[in-house]
């Protein structure tokens, strides 16, 4: 829904209470810095009551309540407008949050807007009211009409913009994308002249793609059985495609591009030679694409790019509605989009498969809510604004499809999977197809790391530590292991990362477990090491050398490679624990780590190729208490000496933790531990005998590396003295005393 050239906005005369505003245009022209005392200074209040008695006679009571309506759909708070009595007030602020000023005096440049705000709500308000008409089209971050139809030309113009000034690709990007995949066997696009099939060879042949939600409804496929038929010209005109690739191969002939790729169209769902390759390359195919378009509305593939909303000004319930009222003579206002927050709510970011076709494309036409958005690697530009300005930039942190704003390998990984793992899949068995793309993308610059379902080889010890966040709740997914974030549903943090260096050092120093998997159902006692030694610490991805935009997370010297750290010896760190150990039985000899040799496994026979194999410490017959203040954490006791060792938290609520193990996993990292649960075991094990004095200065403060990660597990097969099979439940971290005070074995540990 926008307003377009031609409409004029509806003539609604202001009540008094807003007469008595004495609002001018150059209130709205100037920026909200000036005069002095301007920003953020309540201009008006009310109930939400005075605004729906007066918003069909009053233009600006009517936009102030549309602003609290969108805002309070974004903030999830609908329960504050069914409230006739709730109270809201409007303060000056900038024309618009979503940029940020990118020159000396661009603050200048900021026009005025209203935001209005309820009094009780914790969050800034995200829509204002602001001028708008085709006499401010041309000013910088001011609100211009739209056409009824989308201005190619205006499209053509920022593709031929990024192109001149960010490249051919736009800017480089710490995503390292693979080859054109025109060579990946059983490639096929869609030519639009032709309207068939056809395959494209040349490296650099450019086309369109189409990121969009499926859906359920009746969505044309290509298999075998017609794919030949699809590959004759014409094909297209005699089937009855949906409309949201019917817009999308009239939107990429409009712009002059020649061919279209559509994952229901131009992969061969049932070839399974061809079917995987395909899947393996959408690093490939997204990230080597011209442009995509990015249908954000649609909750299926039958509601068109635009979904149909571009046609009424007058539709407040519209979730993005573009709303304006004639204020006077020379003065209109409107009430614009919060891009960024829409986008992140809206239907395409909901669901698993179209995050990494947003991550990895570098352009792409975004259709929301019935306006049009162009997102590269540098900038936001849209239709509804004039913001086509080397003087402003996307705000810090915009969400830009998804991608990262971290600068560490291990933070950008994490940051990925935490917004992947929050999407939905109609399929749960496609959740790692859903994130190969990112995965390869971001693996060759960890050094070529295999990644084990979704776990980097290169940082495995560090990968381990996921879990959910605070007070959410995982559910298992079957057909993949539960030691990987992939084998649950629900959101998902990945451990914390500080700067590189240190992650790395970490990684070298404070781990010591060889990490195993099985490596196939053929040969289930294979053992395959997790990290390839020949290829971790080797970056294979070409470093930048030019950045002019912190938009760009460009790749640092220093932090694009993943370090050689897998070789430890058990002996350096492992040993430096056990043999200090005074256990309830008296010390433990320096040979009690020779139960079971690295690298030797007997015993289960193992079918399931996800199998980790490791030796390490286990805590046995622990004790488990719900702790009184966080219903949702653990405080763990020695079940002899019911003294507290540690607290963790199930990765289910509904899983019962009596009868756990605990596995130690390495030394816990900063911030593994809140403050308070930190505090509290060093008070409760001070007058224990340190197993060793260690720390390091860290940033001006004395880290002490008393702490270790924990994995809370329990036994999916009889314990034996060959081992005991495995499951995780939870995650937590211990006084490294504990290993004293409970019963502790070395053990040969399978984890499924």
Known sequence: MAPTSTDAPSTLHLCTPCVALGLTRADFEGPPFE??????????????????????????????????????????????????????????????????????????????????????????????????????????????????????????????????????NCKDSYLAIGDHPSTTPGFLVIDVVQKCLTPIHKTNAEYVALSYVWGKSNLVTTSKSNVDFFRTAGAFDTVRLPSTIRDALDMTARLGYRFLWVDALCIVQDDETTKPHLIDSMDAIYGRASLTLVAASGQHAATGLLCGKRTSVDDINHPSGFLTAYISSDMSLAVLPFFDGELMHCPHAQRGWTYQEGCLSPRCLVFLNGLVYFVCRVNVWREDMMVESDDFLPFEGANALGRTQSDSPLGRYGDHVRAFASRNLTYQSDVLNAFSGIERALARNMGNTKVWFGLPGAAFDWALLWRPPPGRSLERRSGFPSWSWAGWVGDVNMAPTHWSDFDQRWLRQRTWISWLVVGSRDNPEELVPVWDLENCGKSTHEVPTTSNSRQVNDIDQDEAFMPNYGNVSRHSVAASLGQSCTGPDGPHSPGWLEASPSGTFTGLALSQPETLRFCTFVLLNCHFEQDAIDSHALRIYSRRQSLLLGTARLDNFKANPNGCDLVVLSYATLGSASPNTTTELREVHKSSPPIFNDGEDVLGTWHTWDLLNVMLVKGVASRSENGTQYERIGLGVIHCTALGRSKVIWNDVSLV
């Open 35 to 168: 005069p002095e005392g301007k920003y953020h200074r309540i201009v008006t209040s009310g109930t939400v009551g005075d605004l729906r008695t007066r918003e069909k006679s009053c233009g600006l009571c009517r936009l102030l309540l549309h602003a609290l309506t969108l805002d309070c759909q974004l903030q999830q708070q609908p329960e504050l407008l069914s409230r006739w009595d709730a109270e809201w007030e409007a303060e000056w602020m900038q024309s618009t949050c979503e940029y940020d000023p990118n020159t000396d005096d661009a603050d200048n440049k900021y026009g005025s807007a209203l935001y209005p705000k309820f009094k009780e709500a914790i969050s800034p308000s995200n829509y204002g009211v602001q001028l708008f008409g085709a006499s401010c089209a041309d000013t910088p971050l001011r609100a211009r009409p739209v056409p009824n139809e989308v201005d190619v030309q205006m499209v053509a113009g920022w593709i031929d913009r990024c192109r001149k000034e960010h490249g051919p």
